[in-house]
């Protein structure tokens, strides 16, 4: 047996903790706000919405939290995770920088949402809760969340973005074969679907509406908590596998990268791979590029404020500061569903302020191009959402061309594109559209943040 393949049998591999960066910020993180009273809120105004576990990991200022042993026994079924190294896409390129990527592709849905799924699954489990209600966007998460919660004997509702409920149907199909219901958002069922559809009979939906009938139910219902796939710090946490992994197989490779990039949409797979990084070089360790990539049509990062705002589009979380498009803002219908989001991580955005990473957007064609790059030289076909670090990692391996230098680059493939193929044919059949964001839409969603006073 090759040592690699010892490796990757070796289920003590898998962490034992995950990471959590507040630990060792220069800045502490601005606080939540409750929307109605501007306070800072506490753990009681989360608890209908949250188990208690996962509130105080929320807030927690502990580097390492002990991951519980049900939940290292499901990762079992697919961490740790491969890392590759991209030699066929090196050659294709003819690069002196060296490719690596860490591919999340390999769980049972096919991305690295389980990584929090199953955490939440289980703390909602062993605290009594009945049933989980959610969004989805493109699908992905909707899957990990009715896979993990199916494994723990809990129900799932789960509210999917219309648009990518009709373009997804295998999506859709999956959740049911877990275990899960699935209705499309917005849907009739809830006062802030209803309200929607009211004004809008047409629309196709965003995140931020499927968040605010996810919540609706988990705030009316005892029995039901809402689970959130990104964006939180709690998930952001869970996912720090990814990034510990890699920092261990790095040095298996025997390189260490210069530039770790991951693609963007709430910030958590971004996250997961580059926090233990990052983390790293503020002990006073390497100082390394970490490039979070995001689309050009919904550029949170690199054209939102920073600034307090809402989670979702009928205002019923409280008020994070975060990197936002406007809480009303409603991005175009791009395919990589999962990066549709107006705001960011609260964590993530933070960091951006303190110049700590960067941020690049693409549009969706390039994007498209160079996962087919991947697919043909590598064998992935990439979610249309990992298509976005594709294309970053592919644009810095073409810098080292040009420059003549050569760098270690490492990216998050954050899952494959198997129920994702209509995005492909639409690309194959020329119908993709690079529509950059409304601008007078964004003035107009900027115009109604909330009005917080400064800090
Ligand atoms: C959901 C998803 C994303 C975007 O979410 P993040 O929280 O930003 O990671 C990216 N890639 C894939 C494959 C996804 O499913």
Redesign the pocket.
């Known amino acids: 047996m090759s040592d690699t393949t010892k490796y990757l049998l070796s289920e003590e591999r898998i962490p034992k903790f995950w990471y959590n960066i507040a630990a060792d910020l220069p800045k502490p993180l601005a606080p939540v706000l409750h929307p109605g009273t501007g306070q800072p809120i506490g753990p009681d105004d989360l608890a209908p919405l949250f188990p208690m576990a996962l509130i105080a990991q929320e807030v927690s200022a502990e580097r390492e939290i002990e991951i519980p042993g049900p939940v290292r026994d499901v990762y079992r079924l697919w961490r740790p995770a491969p890392l590759y190294r991209a030699r066929r896409l090196e050659a294709a390129l003819d690069t002196p920088a060296k490719i690596y990527y860490k591919y999340?592709g390999v769980s049972p849905s096919g991305?690295?949402?389980p990584n929090t799924a199953v955490a939440q699954a289980f703390y909602n489990k062993e605290e009594g809760t009945k049933r989980l209600s959610t969004e989805t966007?493109?699908g992905?998460?909707g899957s990990s969340l009715a896979f993990a919660a199916g494994l723990f004997g809990l129900e799932v509702d789960v509210y999917m973005v219309k648009i990518s409920f009709q373009q997804k149907p295998y999506r859709r199909a999956l959740m049911e074969a877990y275990g899960a219901r699935c209705v499309a958002s917005p849907s009739s069922e809830t006062e802030s679907g209803r309200a929607i559809l009211a004004e809008h009979p047409d629309s196709t939906g965003s995140l931020g509406i499927a968040i605010s009938e996810a919540v609706e139910v988990a705030a009316k219902n005892d029995d039901t908590k809402y689970s959130l796939?990104?964006?939180l710090n709690h998930?952001l946490l869970h996912q720090t596998v990814i990034g510990q992994e890699a920092m261990e197989q790095m040095d298996m490779a025997g390189d260490d990268p210069d530039v770790v990039i991951?693609?963007?949409?709430?910030?958590?797979?971004?996250a997961g791979l580059a926090f233990p990084y990052i983390g790293e070089q503020l002990r006073g360790g390497k100082t390394r590029r970490v490039v979070a990539v995001e689309p050009a049509a919904c550029p949170t990062l690199t054209k939102g404020t920073f600034a307090y705002d809402f989670g979702d589009t009928a205002h019923l979380t409280p008020l994070v500061k975060m990197h936002t498009l406007g809480s009303t803002f409603v991005p175009e219908g791009i395919h990589a569903g999962?990066?549709r989001y107006h705001g960011m991580s609260p964590i993530v955005s933070h960091l951006k302020e303190l110049g700590l990473i960067e941020a690049e957007a693409y549009h969706q064609t390039e994007c498209f191009a160079a996962g087919i790059q991947f697919a043909r030289t590598e064998g992935i076909i990439p979610?249309p959402?990992?298509t976005h670090a594709v294309r970053a990692a592919i644009a810095e391996a073409e810098k080292c061309k040009a420059e003549g230098k050569s760098r270690v680059i490492l990216f998050n493939l954050?899952?494959h594109g198997h129920f994702d193929m209509q995005a492909y044919t639409d690309y194959f059949a020329g119908i993709l559209r690079d529509t950059a964001y409304d601008e007078k839409a964004l003035a107009e969603a900027m115009a109604v943040l909330p009005p917080v006073a400064a800090e």
């Open positions: 999340e991305s690295h949402k966007g493109a992905q998460w796939g990104s964006v998930v991951g693609c963007a949409g709430g910030g958590s797979n971004f999962g990066l979610a959402e990992s954050s899952g």
